[in-house]
């Protein structure tokens, strides 16, 4: 906390007095009260919390963050539990903005602690540029979304838009997409147009359009009344703001992001205009800190005066840096976006290097001026007077000079000009970063974003010295950089493989899932989902993709237990698991938790997942309750039971030390089943086959085994062991063969006879690109053909299945795909469609020792052991189904183009 405002001694001792913490000593200003005006919109006073990650911050709706409009800090960082002492690292926050219009009046609007009096007011202005008191209190609120209702309004659309429940989300229902007040603009905050027909319908599908896992989005203006803030003349502008804040476990998790969008809706072109980005930042002890600008990076920063920050308000040794990334200002004259022109600090007292007090020394510091008019001189020490060049940007070097630059890796500025070095006082200092000049037009529309990152060299492992102050500045610096890396790529984090559709078979005491993708516009609909992490980039990984690894199946306790609550095992137990058949099985996810009173946070190394690395499948029989009562685990007919799928990646790069699990976000949703008897469906329904059951299958051509324990039918071995001591086709039993089939829905089998023609090329036959805008390979597998059995008809494909493989996979020196990444090789199980079967064909390597390769080279022939040589082969059962019995295709499947694959073995 801070000591209150020096409007009036007496209130200065007022305010010592109530506070034992330590309030900010707010800038003192003394200004002329101007008259009201006919609008007459009072102070706003809504207030909302950001805290969806390790920040939690307060925003208000006047311009306003991060304090408690009384004299105390609200960004709270690390984040604690309610009741446990909190430390913060910022004090305030807001937009300044100012020019000159035609008869050189200055026009200007900025905020700083409310003390004096407001410059900004609630809600939109009207095309006309105007507002009133009704409008500026119905806009007084603030709007939040999180990313988990929107993606669980999503899946909820898309599995039954007909049945819809608004009521289950209303921040998408409430949300402000459209002003239907006469006279404004339509279009407020930015929505997903899902049917494009302009409106916003939440029960046609639409969605609100925000960044982050949490966002909350307001809008506020600069003509509700007179400006008693600053005492400048209004400009008119609206102002539709946006915070946000990602969830993650890396350096993201301690940052917050804002995005303003800003609109000229006055009459009066601005010359020399200027945009700044005011931060009164509090570094833990507000009144021992040093700022910093690194000009290439467009940061400002904070870092503590010393390298310890004293208690009960301050971190302790090695204290933390945090600062503000000016990503993008406004559009110059030349139609080029501006980044951070200018970098100014000032004092918390009442010299001409202190607290503004008038409009023009607003517009002083957004143009590197001091109060008194003078310029900034690059001085070597506080940029006031002395011997120097004029300078736009103060305090440009890396802090403590050429031995700390040495000492830090990611890239930092050139030593020179730093507070540290410079041995200046610390103090309670303000920055300003500002963008300029240009010309401000009416009806003109910029955008203006920042980030906010932080970072902790706790250990002073980047510090010379052992001063983990300065250490602290240069871990900033990386973490600037991934947040860049995040703005560049429109702030996209790692989605993450879509969740697959899942289907429930309803049986007697027994429920079947199966999944597969059923919307082509799904990141992963032919398991191909791939996406490269601007933050791993940034850092430099050599890979820096996550690719798709596998599926988690879990049973929900009831309908109301959500993704986030997937690791608690009193809500959700893990049913089943299967991955990508690739060598990769425990994967563990690594945490950084600070710990209240602990100068150095607590590694927790977690398991994310334990792989079987025994390839994927798609259905599963469940027949028991996880969440059962007494001693008869068995599901109950008629009970509702709940289920979910999701989808996971993985990132196996060696300077990945964090965050190599990651889950998909998209399309997760919660499925309800009901058991029951099937005999009632559909006029009496007799099931005549279960699941697993197995087919016969017929080979006509091939060889080999394809690593699965063969038995041939007793007809077979009849054929083998009597003259010509042949059998063609040669039949297996049911569930013996050299590929698998088996029934995953027993309501679905069909009469039908099938064939499998397997291929041998492994060419690219195809080329896609993914959302991610990565190349995708795709190689055919198989196809399968069917008919009705007994029909005499031609075989119409059914089926095709193809492997999905990236360029990497590709095996240069054999000139074909890698076999162990190439699923197909893996025996990835294919659910067919309306048919109630599966199937897995799986290449193998060498029977026995699986991963070994062998050169072709001339052995006699009793030593060679083919393998399956993945030629034509040929399903030529059907399943038992309502009294139809199997039967056998005797028709030859022509050949076609193709060579036949076998390996050789000493």
């Known amino acids: 906390m801070r000591y209150l405002g020096l409007i009036k001694s007496v209130l200065l001792g007022a305010a010592w007095i109530a506070s ?131 993606n669980a309004f999503r899946a909820a ?45 939440p029960a046609a599908g639409d969605y609100p359009d925000v960044l982050g896992d949490m966002a909350i989005w307001w809008v506020y203006n600069d003509k509700g009344n ?75 920063f904070c870092y503590n005066g010393d390298n310890y920050d004293d208690p009960p308000s ?21 139609g080029q976006l501006m980044k951070m022109t200018n970098f100014v600090y000032y004092e918390n007292d009442f010299s001409v290097r202190g607290n503004p007090s008038n409009p023009i020394h607003f517009y002083n510091y957004l143009r590197s001026i001091w109060k008194d008019g003078s310029p900034m001189i690059a001085n070597g020490r506080n940029a006031y007077g002395g011997v120097g060049p004029l300078t736009n940007y103060v305090y440009t070097g890396y802090p403590g000079g050429a031995s700390q630059a040495s000492a830090c890796p990611f890239n930092p500025p050139a030593p020179g000009w730093d507070e540290a070095s410079a041995g200046n006082s610390p103090f309670d200092r303000r920055y300003l970063q500002s963008a300029g ?38 871990l900033l610096y990386q973490a600037d950089d991934i947040a860049q890396a995040l703005f560049d790529n429109n702030f996209q984090l790692v989605e993450g493989p879509d969740a697959p559709d899942l289907e429930i078979v309803e049986l007697d005491r027994e429920l079947i899932l199966k999944w597969g993708y059923k919307n082509p516009l799904s ?24 690719r798709f690894e596998g599926y988690l199946v879990y049973q929900l306790r009831d309908a109301r237990v959500g993704v986030t609550d997937l690791q608690d095992p009193n809500k959700a137990a893990l049913i089943a698991q299967c991955d990508i058949k690739n060598g990769v099985t425990t994967i563990v996810n690594r945490e950084e938790l600070s710990v209240p009173g602990q100068s150095q946070p607590l590694i927790v190394d977690k398991v994310m997942v334990n792989g079987k690395d025994e390839g994927l499948f798609y259905s599963l029989r469940v027949t ?138 492994t060419t690219v036959r195809d080329t896609i690109i993914s959302p991610t805008g990565d190349p995708i390979y795709l190689v055919k597998e198989w196809d399968l053909y069917g008919r009705p059995a007994g029909s005499g008809q031609a075989y119409q494909l059914l089926y095709t299945s193809w492997a999905a493989l990236a360029a990497a996979d590709w095996d240069g020196a054999k000139n074909t795909w890698d076999f162990i990444v190439n699923r197909y090789h893996a025996g990835t199980e294919r659910v067919i469609p309306g048919h109630g079967i599966s199937i897995a064909l799986r290449q193998v390597l060498d029977p026995g020792i699986e991963g070994r390769v062998y050169s072709a080279i001339p052995v006699p022939l009793a030593c060679v052991v083919p393998l399956m040589t993945l030629r034509y082969l040929l399903l030529t059962s059907r399943i038992k189904t309502m009294g139809s019995s199997i039967s056998r295709l005797s028709t030859p499947i022509p050949p076609a183009p193709g060579g036949v694959l076998s390996i050789l073995l000493r």
């Open 20 to 150: 034992l913490w330590g309030r900010e000593i707010l800038g003192s200003v003394e200004r002329r009260v101007l008259p009201r005006t006919a609008n007459n919109c009072t102070a706003p006073t809504s207030s909302v919390q950001l805290d969806i990650n390790n920040v939690r911050c307060l925003i208000h709706n006047g311009g306003d963050m991060w304090w408690d409009l009384v004299g105390n800090p609200r960004y709270e960082i690390p984040k604690v539990p309610p009741g446990v002492p909190a430390i913060h690292s910022m004090f305030a926050h807001a937009l300044w903005i100012g020019g000159l219009d035609a008869a050189g009046r200055l026009r200007l609007a900025a905020q700083t602690y409310r003390q004096s009096g407001i410059d900004y007011f609630a809600g939109p202005l009207s095309l006309q540029g105007t507002t009133d008191a009704t409008t500026c209190q119905q806009w007084d609120r603030h709007f939040v979304i999180t990313r988990q209702e929107i």
């Open 157 to 201: 659309y898309q599995a039954d838009p007909n049945n819809l429940n608004l009521g289950n989300y209303p921040n998408v229902a409430s949300w402000p997409a459209i002003n239907t007040t006469p006279g404004f603009d339509r279009y407020l905050a930015p929505f997903v147009d899902v049917n494009g027909d302009g409106d916003y319908t």
């Open 226 to 300: 007179v400006h008693t803030e600053t005492g400048a003349a209004p400009i008119g502008i609206e102002v539709q703001a946006l915070a946000f804040a990602f969830s993650t476990t890396d350096q993201i998790n301690n940052m917050t992001f804002y995005r303003y969008r800003i609109i000229n809706r006055g009459t009066l072109a601005l010359t020399q205009a200027y945009l700044g980005v005011w931060v009164d930042p509090d570094l833990g002890q507000y009144s021992d800190d040093y700022v910093g600008c690194d000009t290439a990076r467009g940061l400002g």
């Open 314 to 334: 301050g971190y302790g040794s090695n204290p933390p840096a945090i600062g503000t990334d000016f990503f993008r200002g406004p559009r110059g004259d030349d």
């Open 437 to 474: 000049p240009f010309t401000l037009q009416p009806g003109a529309v910029d955008t203006v974003v920042i980030g906010v990152p932080w970072a902790r060299d706790a250990n002073a492992v980047y510090a010379a010295g052992g001063d983990g102050r300065i250490g602290s500045v240069c």
């Open 523 to 546: 990141n992963n609909y032919r398991e191909d989902y791939i996406q490269r992490s601007p933050v791993f980039a940034a850092q430099g990984f050599r890979d820096p993709y996550y």
């Open 624 to 761: 028991e309750d996880k969440f059962a009562e007494g001693t008869d685990p068995r599901l109950v007919n008629y009970r509702r039971y709940y289920f979910m799928i999701v989808a996971y990646a993985y990132n196996g790069d060696t300077a990945n030390k964090y965050v190599r699990f990651i889950l998909g976000r998209n399309n997760v949703r919660s499925y309800e089943a009901v058991p029951h008897k099937v005999e009632f469906e559909k006029m009496g329904t007799v099931l005549a086959s279960a699941y697993g059951d197995g087919i016969k299958v017929s080979r006509v051509q091939g060889q080999g085994n394809g690593g699965n324990l063969l038995r041939l039918t007793p007809e077979a071995e009849q054929q083998l062991f009597s003259p010509p001591y042949r059998a063609n086709p040669v039949m297996y039993e049911a569930g013996a063969g050299p590929f698998t089939v088996k029934v995953v829905d027993p309501k679905q089998v069909k009469p039908y006879d099938y064939r499998l023609v397997v291929n041998v090329d």
